[in-house]
Each structure stands twice: as C-alpha cells, then as structure tokens.
C-alpha cells in the first residue's frame, strides 16, 4: 500500500511538511497489519490456552463433582489443595513424575537422540539417512497401535515375543512383563516413551551437526585428535544451542505428558506403580473408574502442574538466555 | 565423510594403516549400535504384519491350531465390512483435513508477521511460545470441555465446534497444533532473503498479497512438511477426540481400535492388528514417498544460535 512507500529509501518524499505526522499514521497502520496477520493465532491462544488455565484455576477451588454437576459451583477455598498434599500417595507420584521425566530424558529424548545423530552422521549418508527414518518410524505410529506392539513384545508366553526370543538370564521368564513386577513396567514405560521421544532430538541436532564445516573437522583429524575429542571439544560446543533447546523442550514435554502411559499401564500394575502426576490430575477429573469424577480436585492436580512447568520453563528461558535467541525481524519498516 | 577419512593419509603416510583400521572398526561399531537399537521397532512392525494375516501367533510366529507353524488367513479383514469403521476412518479423515488447513493458515500467517513484521507483543509472544508448551493443552482438557460446552450452546457454530463434534476435537487439536507450527513456520521464513519482498513492497504490493503470493510459494517445502505431519498428527489423534467425544457416532479411528482392545471380552489381537494395519495405511504411503520431507520438518526450528 501506498503508506509503505513513504518510507522506502529510492522513491522521494512527496510533502516533506507531512511526513511526521503521515509516518505515525503508517506505523500505525503497520501495526494493525501485524495484529491481523496475528488475529488467529491470539483467537485460539486465548480460546484454549488463556481461558481455560483461568477456568482451570476457577476450578480447582471448588467441589464440582460429578455428583453436583447441575449444581452452582461451591467454592471450598484450598480444601482440593490440602486433600492433595496429604493424599497418601502424593509422594509415591511425585517421585514417580520426578524419576519418569528426567529418567527418560537423559535416556533417550538427550542421551539417545544425541548418540543416534552422532552414530549416523559419522557412517555414510545414505545409511544414516535410513536409519534416522526407522527412528521416526515409532513417533508416526498411531499411538494405540504403537502400545499394542509393545504390549505383545511384553506379553507371557507364549505369546510374548520377548519371552520367546529374549535370554532368560534377561528376565525372559515367561510371564508379563509389563504387569510382572514395579520393574518391568518401569522399563517398559520408560522404553515406550523414549522409542518416541529421541527422534525429535535426534533430527534436530543431526541438522545442527551438518550444518558443521567439514574443514573444521578435519582440521582436527590432521592434527591428531581421536572421535571421542573432535565430539568433546569440536562438535558439542557447536550444538550448544539446539541441546539447551531439547533439553528444555522435552522436560516440558514429559512432565505434562500421560497418554502412552494411560494406555500402556493405566499407572499400574498395583496402586499407582507407575503413575505420573499428570495421569492423576486426568484420571481423577475425567476418567475416574468409579464414576465420580471429580472435577474440582483434579483441576488442583493439575494446577498445581502447571505452575511447577511453568516456572521451570521461565527458569530455562531465564538460564540460557533463549530471549537472546529471538532476532530482530527483517523488515521493521521499508 | 568419506572424504574426511582419506584426508590424514594423504598427510601422513605412516599413520596411513593404523587411522583406517580405526575408521572401519569404528564404522562397524557404528553399524552394529544402530542395527541393534532398531530391532524393537522392527520387531513391534514384523509382529504386526504377521498377525494381521494369521489365525493366532507365538511370538512372532503364526501358528495353526495344532501348534505349528501355519494358519495363514484372511478373516481378520473381514472388519471391511463393518460400517462403523468407515464411519470412524472418515471422521479421522476430516479431522485430519480440518487441522491440515487450520494449523497451515494460522501458522504461516503468524510465522509471517513473527518473522517480518514488528509490533508491540512480539518478543513476548515468542518466549510465549516456549512457555505454552509448559501450558500443554493436554493439561488443560479439563477446562476446555467447559470452552466446548459453552460453544456448543452458541447457535450455529455449536453443531459445528461444541462438545463430541468431530469440529470441536478437530479445534482443540489445531490450538495444541499451533505453538509449534507457528515456531517452525517462523524458522522457514526467517531462511528467506527479504529482496523479493522488499521489492513487492516497493512496489505497492499489500503485506497480505506479499504474503500469499510472494514469501508462501518461496517456503512450499516447509508447508509440506508442516501439513504433512500435522495430518499425521490428526489421523493418529487419540487423546483429544477420546475425551471430547462420547459413544461411537463421533469416534475416530484410534478411539475405535482402543475399544477393540479394551472391551470386556477377551481381545482378537490378529484382529486389533489388522485394524491397525489397516489405519497405517496412509501413514506407510507418506513414509515411504516423502521420506526427505518427513525428515526436514524440524528443520526450520533448529536454528538457534549458530
């Protein structure tokens, strides 16, 4: 439009008296541009993420039940939050949450993705092409059939594909494997989730590892340096960033994240054996086996989540400076 | 690589046996890691693709009703016939198309204006970005029933995005969608040199028309990618359209094979493998024609501070 050529270098100010006040009225109008190009995004921002952790909030001081559903809603003050810090199996879940995230991430969505992008970078292109894509193969699996899988590799005999192949002295014993022991199912969780999990890491820093200069490597080759300290010294400081990113990423990820344990374990075998805090906060709101669901005390569950991610992820934005990440756009103004 | 390992011989002779015997047997290692790590996965694939055509399996072995090895059949495809999984395909199909299109608009037009555009919020609304994944819309589900219910009381919208509506489960999923396809999107644009746009814009062309016509044409392998993987997303969505939606009218595929799994009566599991099979039908067609695309798709989030 007309007001953007006021501003562009080649063409002459038409009325130099005007241009103050007509540059304000451009910028003005510039903005309003931006704000359109925004107007969805902020929709449905506000529509499914402001609104409904105000909701949440609202909700996790009442008594909303199933039982009352038709009722007004009856404000109990911080009743939902006393009855959760001295529920009996508050710590057992804590801890399950804690051990569950950073168990899987030093594992797999840190450990593994960054092991598999160095392993298939370093062999030639195309076979590392094609096993990064088996490696994507699990995260574009429907979720319920990728658990069935897993659930048949776990199964006892003599259906149980592990139970048949596996060694003996590896726990191929027979029976379940996933309901068998706490053990089991902690494997079990922490395998399904990571078969996941690593791919998404692994991408990342395989783009960030071939974006590397060839030169800079062989530099280091020539000078005699060994894999392990071109990696150490050459090929991490230069994937500082998307590591810090994953890092962050993912922790988020986990911690909020409940479907493949849902589907998997339910949180079992026994009493919240591998239940995480998200899986509580679902199931005690949503899906309570006994048909009261309690509306009211899982939105405390899972308010109290949110604010424990959310101030962790200020706490990474804070620590590893992502705002300094953020470049400033291309064009401001012409 | 390749080139990388000749290099040091050329320079040094006498290290010339000793670095490539390394670099072979490091290569052979390198191998045998990532054979081993892939076999649960093609395990958990074998299995699938046997069962699917046999009456029962051992392990990964059909076998017939006598113990051996054998039983090869066709019946657990007899589902084909059954209505409701049709009924279920289409709706993960819509589901799929709606988040293809809300997710492309909405985050190609807000990677846009991140990318190019400033304005007051905009800083905030990128570390923004980073911050609502805390805010997870898995999280939120509770809340959001009550954003659905309300907008299924609201005439005409209602029918189309209210509470167990194959349009309110397809929503929910763009909004959950959309904090990282507007990152991704904003990362394809920021690739862009900004001549042809400038120049657009010299000559009068509006931001909207520049955006359509000049920056998305320019970033087509990013919105492949994104659409690809958001219909992927929506096509295996399971947690969304099982809590929005109750009964089987509005169900879609995941939802129907999980009932399969979880009813009462003992499971068929050659059946349950076949309908899984059958949902992954599309998924193998994408997999196996846009491999290079499948594997860009973070790409443009990775940037970073190199």
Known sequence: ?334 | MTTVTEAPSKIDPRNWFSTETREKNGRRFAYLFLVVSITPILIGYSWLLIATFSVRTRGLLPVNAAGDIGGFTLNNWKFLDDVEIWKAMLNSFLIAVAMVIGVGIVSTAAGYALSRMSFVGRKAFLSMTLVLHAFKAEMLLIAIFFVLRWLGTKPLIGDLVGFNTVGGVALVMIALEIPLGVWLMKGFFDNLTWDMERAALIDGASRFRVWWQIMLPQIRPGIAALSLFTFIVGWNAYLVPFTFTIGTKFSNMPVFLNQQISDTAPVNWNLVAAIGMFQMIPLMIFFIFTQELLLNIYAGGSKGGN
Request: proline share 6%; glycine share 8%; charged share 15%.
């Open chain 1, 1 to 334: 439009m007309t007001q953007d050529l006021e501003e562009a270098p080649p063409p002459a100010q038409p009325e130099a008296l005007s241009v103050p006040r007509r540059s304000r009225y451009s910028s003005m109008r510039s903005t309003l541009t931006a704000y359109g190009f925004m107007a969805p995004v902020m929709v449905l921002v506000l529509g499914f993420f402001i609104i409904p952790g105000l909701i949440l909030a609202t909700l996790s001081f009442t008594s909303l039940a199933d039982s009352n559903f038709q009722e007004a809603w009856e404000f109990i003050g911080f009743d939902n939050f006393t009855r959760l810090f001295g529920d009996a199996f508050f710590p057992k879940i804590f801890r399950n949450t804690l051990f569950y995230t950073f168990t899987t991430l030093a594992l797999f969505n840190l450990g593994f993705a960054l092991v598999l992008a160095l392993v298939t970078t370093h062999i030639p292109r195309r076979s590392g092409f094609f096993f990064r894509l088996v490696w994507l193969l699990p995260r574009l699996t429907p979720s319920v059939v990728y658990i069935m899988m897993w659930q048949r590799i776990g199964a006892p005999s003599p259906f149980g594909i592990y139970n048949q192949i596996g060694p003996q002295f590896l726990g191929a014993t027979g029976g379940n494997l996933i309901f068998g022991s706490a053990t089991g199912a902690w494997i079990f969780v922490i395998l399904v989730n990571g078969f996941v999990g690593a791919s998404f890491g692994m991408i990342i820093f395989t783009s960030a590892l071939e974006s590397i200069p060839e030169d800079l490597i062989t530099a280091a080759k020539v000078d005699g340096a060994s894999t392990w300290q071109i990696i150490k010294d050459h090929k991490l400081p230069l994937i500082k960033w998307p590591l810090l990113f994953i890092a962050t990423y993912q922790t988020l990820s986990l911690l909020t994240s409940f479907e493949f344990i849902l589907l998997l374990t339910e949180g079992g075998p026994g009493l919240f054996t591998t239940e995480v805090w998200a899986l509580t906060a679902y199931k005690r709101a949503l899906k309570s086996y006994f048909g009261n669901s309690q509306w009211g005390f899982g939105a405390s569950w899972a308010v109290v989540l949110v604010i424990v991610s959310l101030l962790l992820a200020i706490v990474y934005v804070k620590l590893f400076k992502f705002n300094e990440l953020i470049e400033e756009p291309k064009i401001e103004n012409l």
